[in-house]
């Protein structure tokens, strides 16, 4: 049995609200559950203070703290705010099982909420080392297989949001393995491009797409939870129907308890379409899922208006965007006519 257990996330010092409203639905359905943020930037005085204050199972472990000098200069000169967030993951992964004794943990997004106890998805990892959540288990219509399951082709069969490991030899060469290649290989490729950055591939999608290897190399270590109450977010909503419960954090999904909502591009004009990452919801809208959407909007803003905005720490250093010949040509003539 699993009695020392975390949940983990990542936040950069511009989204640490984020961190903080997760915090509320982690304690509001599991009371007393360790929380393990790991930061990247400054973080105000009076905020530390507010978290240590009003946050009792709150452990913030700075990234800049846990890397050398040298690799902490090239996470934040190579990579984005987004990419880095991702691109750490792997050496916090590893900084639980080698300087903590967390049995078991489990690393979210922190576009998530945790609405009901996380004792199911405990209980999976007292059986296994390593757990994924895949994106969806049913095919969608032929008119809806592009974008749908292509973009599960290009950005990965499961989901980088929730991420679950247990110590064990097989953990920490899983960890081994995916801190180096997510070190060095976690750029958001088609991003890049689109934004004009230079970038190493045309393939990469920060960490997700490691994660379709890990069942591979680690077969007999890896359990992959198709259960969507595990992980809802618009790949999967369309599979059932979600409704309400009792209260206005509980939520059924095919009349089971949902543990983790993720909200993954919402649209916020119009929550009950569910994201701007997909059609499939155009023409069923979903009024639960746009009433828990609201929750967790009214959370973020609660949680806004308490800390101190603040800028990410590293943007004069990280990736910026190329100019394009149109702006190189009207640089080379303004600076003649100088």
Same mark, same amino acid.
């Given at each position: 049995?699993?009695?020392? +257990? ?10 640490? #609200?984020?961190a903080l ?7 509001r359905?599991? %009371?007393?559950?360790?929380?393990t943020? +790991?930061t =990247?930037g400054?973080i ?10 009003q946050?009792? $199972?709150l ?9 050398s000098?040298t690799?902490?200069a090239?996470?934040v000169?190579?990579y ?12 916090c #992964? ?7 004794s967390y049995e078991?943990w489990?690393?979210?997004?922190l ?16 059986n296994?080392?390593?757990?994924l959540?895949a994106?969806?288990?049913? %095919?969608?219509?032929?008119?809806d297989?592009?974008?749908f399951e ?7 069969l ?5 991420v ?7 953990? *920490? ?7 180096s290649r ?6 958001? $490729?088609r991003?890049r491009?689109?934004?004009g ?10 960490d997700?797409l490691?994660?379709?290897?890990l069942?591979?190399?680690f077969s007999?270590?890896t359990?992959?939870?198709?259960d ?5 977010? #618009? ?8 409704t309400?419960g009792?209260?206005?954090?509980e939520?059924?999904?095919d ?6 909502? #993720?909200?993954?591009?919402? %649209?916020?004009?119009n929550?009950? +379409?569910?994201?701007?990452? *997909?059609?499939?919801y155009?023409?069923q809208?979903?009024v639960?899922?746009?009433d828990a959407?609201r929750?967790?909007m009214q959370?973020l803003e609660k949680?806004?208006s308490l800390?101190?905005?603040?800028q990410? $720490?590293y943007v004069?250093i990280?990736p910026?965007r190329?100019?394009?010949? =149109?702006e190189?040509?009207?640089?080379? =003539?303004l600076?003649?006519?100088n």
């Amino acid at each position: 049995m699993i009695n020392h +257990f975390t949940v983990c996330s990542v936040a950069t010092n511009n989204y640490l #609200h984020y961190a903080l409203a997760f915090y509320t639905s982690l304690q509001r359905s599991n %009371p007393g559950v360790a929380f393990t943020l +790991f930061t =990247l930037g400054d973080i105000h005085a009076s905020d530390s203070l507010y978290l240590k204050n009003q946050c009792p $199972s709150l452990t913030i472990v700075r990234i800049e703290e846990i890397l050398s000098p040298t690799s902490f200069a090239r996470y934040v000169a190579n990579y984005t705010p987004f990419e880095v967030s991702c691109a750490v993951r792997g050496i916090c #992964h590893q900084f639980i099982n080698d300087t903590t004794s967390y049995e078991a943990w489990l690393m979210l997004d922190l576009d998530t909420a945790i609405v009901y106890s996380l004792e199911s998805t405990i209980a999976i990892l007292e059986n296994t080392s390593i757990f994924l959540t895949a994106h969806c288990s049913l %095919p969608v219509a032929l008119d809806d297989a592009i974008p749908f399951e292509k973009n599960l082709l290009v950005n990965g069969l499961y989901n980088g949001g929730v991420v679950g490991f247990r110590r064990s030899n097989e953990t *920490t060469l899983a960890l081994s393995w995916l801190a180096s290649r997510l070190e060095h290989y976690s750029e958001s $490729s088609r991003a890049r491009i689109a934004e004009g950055l230079d970038r190493k591939d045309d393939c990469f999608f920060v960490d997700q797409l490691w994660l379709n290897l890990l069942p591979l190399y680690f077969s007999s270590s890896t359990y992959i939870s198709s259960d969507p109450c595990h992980n809802l977010g #618009h790949w999967n909503l369309w599979q059932g129907k979600l409704t309400r419960g009792t209260t206005n954090y509980e939520y059924f999904f095919d009349e089971r308890n949902v543990v983790i909502l #993720h909200f993954s591009g919402l %649209p916020k004009d119009n929550l009950e +379409f569910v994201t701007i990452h *997909t059609s499939l919801y155009a023409d069923q809208p979903c009024v639960a899922w746009g009433d828990a959407s609201r929750i967790f909007m009214q959370d973020l803003e609660k949680a806004k208006s308490l800390l101190t905005f603040s800028q990410y $720490s590293y943007v004069n250093i990280s990736p910026k965007r190329k100019p394009t010949i =149109l702006e190189r040509v009207k640089q080379k =003539l303004l600076g003649s006519l100088n």
